[in-house]
């Protein structure tokens, strides 16, 4: 058995503390192909690709039985709020 979307959350939850993390398992139930958004504070200062590094380093152990993983956001808190405020409707006076 591959790896299980609860273990991709608790391990980015314990290594990264993200305020947001969405993982959708796009492998049709045997773990090795997943999707995912995170938020994290420590993503802050850094560029894109050094934020991919931090997800694949605490998914380390994972990563050794995981075909492919897509990080479809990896954003600040600050980039995490702009993004939802732009999403909300406007409420008209």
């Known amino acids: 058995m591959g790896v299980t979307k609860e273990q991709v959350e608790s391990s980015l939850t314990s290594k990264l503390k993200p305020l947001h993390l969405e993982v959708t398992d796009t ?35 994972e990563m050794k039985q995981i075909h492919a993983l897509s990080i479809k956001k990896a954003m600040t808190p600050e980039q995490w709020k702009q993004q939802q405020e732009s999403v909300e409707p406007k409420s008209e006076a």
């Open 27 to 61: 492998s049709g139930g045997c773990g090795a192909s997943f999707v995912l958004e995170i938020v994290s504070a420590q993503f802050e200062g850094k560029r894109l690709l050094e934020r991919h590094r931090l997800v694949n380093a605490a998914l380390q152990d």
